[in-house]
């Protein structure tokens, strides 16, 4: 059995490989761009039952970001909800047989969680320019500085840890499982590893919007009290 | 484990795509319609609101209309109400008026019934009574009735005053008696009244049935009435002046 921490290229082009992972997320995005294309191609006032879904999911992506920041969601709401669909789908896309989740190979998370990291300083200068995110590591005082810069990584790489531990352990454990068993045995583990990849891309989108909001909230001309 | 730059860098890449896609495709759309759909029902919400209070207020108009209805019905009925009571009114004083004229008219056409009935009564005594005379007349002693009758009629000159009297004196007398007096009647008769005059007069005689009795004394300008007739006549004046009959019958014939 190969390691599932070992990633091997499908192809190359030039010097640059082309992992398993990369196509993956490829096909992902086709099947979500079209399914978008199809869903809102012919939106009316009376929905069906797949604009009803689609936008029950909206709704409920718009009032989790009003819950957290108070604020309206419109902002937020492309980047937030492409990142719970896009996790959630790539962590349920160990379910086609002979596909593993972009998430469970270590580039995934960790180009996640650098685009949190980065919309983190996008949002937090866009509210307050580039000096009020700066003053916002220094509160609640200067000493603070060197700890709140640190934890602006370690908390977005505490992301990707999470995010690529718990996919990539649901992975190892059923392909050990599914080594060593009969067929359906695997089968609990993978309906476990549904909820948890489902839990998994809650919880990634919502610490994402917890840390802009933070962001947002400490570059503001006045920061609200905590 | 490895990790692999490239991959990284492809797949932020192909996140941002990702976003931008979905944004353009399915969440900006999605949250469109949604708004929409809000604004579409809040739309329909203040139009049913407005209709509602239009309603309301139509509904508020109409009850007020209809208190009007009410108040109008109730000053028409009470008119009307009025109006009954003075027709009514008028129609019981018509009826009263209506009634007492006929009892008015119904006591009056008794009162001429009666009055005419009296009359008739008092016509028909009157004939009773010439009759009556008449036959006792027919029985009694037409010579001893002629000689009462002349001493009446001289007792009537007697009883005129003397120029009156001499007035007659020198008239043209007629003497009128129910039976043609015969020539020694004549005689008497004349004698007597150029005794009762104080001075000799030759008068006229004429007979008429309808005296029943007695002689009575006419000049162009003077009548003595004496004869049962007149007497009679002179007891039915009597009897009409006087409708309860006490009048003096008897001094009068006298």
Redesign the interface.
């Known amino acids: 059995m190969d ?1 599932p ?3 091997v290229p499908l192809f190359m082009v030039g010097p ?4 398993p ?2 196509v993956t ?2 096909a992902i ?1 086709a099947a ?2 079209l399914a ?2 199809l ?2 191609r012919r ?1 009316t ?1 009376v ?1 069906s039952a797949a ?1 009803a879904a ?2 029950l ?3 409920a992506v ?1 009032r989790q970001i009003r819950d957290v920041t108070g604020a309206p969601p ?1 902002p937020f ?3 937030i ?3 719970f ?2 996790i959630l789908v790539a962590n349920w896309s160990s379910l086609v047989p002979g596909v593993t989740p ?1 998430t469970a ?4 998370p ?3 969680a ?2 949190v990291f980065l919309s983190i300083i996008f949002f937090g200068i866009r509210e307050g320019g580039v000096g009020g995110f700066l003053r916002g590591f220094a509160l609640p005082n200067p000493v603070m500085i060197p700890l709140n810069m640190l934890e602006s990584i370690t908390r977005s790489f505490s992301m990707f840890v999470r995010l690529f531990g718990n996919v990539m352990s649901g992975v190892f454990v059923i392909a050990i499982v599914g080594s060593l068993a009969a067929l359906l045995v695997p089968v609990p583990l993978m309906a476990l590893d549904l909820l948890t990849g489902a839990v998994q891309a809650y919880i990634f989108a919502v610490l994402s919007m917890v840390f802009i909001t933070s962001a947002v909230e400490k570059g503001a001309p006045h920061p609200k009290e905590p | ?4 730059p ?7 890449v ?10 353009r ?7 469109a ?2 708004a ?2 809000q604004a ?1 029902s809040a739309t329909l919400l203040a139009a049913a609101e407005a209709t509602r209070a239009e309603a309301d207020t139509a509904l508020a108009d109409l009850e007020a209309a209809r208190a009007a209805i009410a108040v109008e019905r109730d000053a028409m009925l009470a008119a009307a109400h009025k109006d009954a009571e003075a027709a009514r009114a008028a129609i019981l004083d018509a009826a009263r008026d209506e009634a007492t004229a006929l009892h008015d008219t119904a006591r009056a056409a008794r009162v001429r019934a009666a009055a005419a009935l009296k009359r008739a009564a008092r016509q028909e005594a009157q004939g009773l009574a010439v009759t009556i005379a008449r036959r006792l007349a027919a029985r009694l002693d037409g010579a001893a009735i002629d000689a009462a009758f002349l001493g009446w009629l001289v007792q009537g000159i007697a009883d005129l005053s003397a120029a009156e009297r001499a007035a007659l004196s020198v008239a043209r007398l007629e003497v009128v008696s129910a039976t043609p007096p015969d020539a020694g009647a004549q005689a008497r008769i004349a004698a007597a009244l150029s005794a009762a005059l104080g001075a000799p007069v030759t008068p006229g005689f004429r007979t008429d049935p309808a005296l029943i009795a007695g002689h009575e004394l006419h000049s162009p300008h003077f009548s003595l009435r004496n004869s049962w007739a007149a007497d009679l006549e002179r007891i039915a004046a009597a009897l009409r002046a006087d409708p309860d009959g006490n009048a003096g019958v008897t001094s009068d014939a006298a």
């Open positions: 390691s921490l070992l990633s640059v490989p082309i992992m992972a990369v997320t490829w995005m979500l761009v978008a294309g869903l809102t939106l006032l929905p604009q689609a936008e999911l909206v709704a718009d419109a709401r492309a980047f909800g492409t990142l669909v896009f972009p190979s270590m580039e995934t960790a180009a996640l650098a685009l | 484990m490895s990790f692999d490239w991959t990284l860098g492809f797949q932020a192909n996140v941002l795509v990702l976003v931008w896609l979905l944004h495709f399915f969440w900006t759309p999605v949250a319609m949604i929409e759909r579409r």
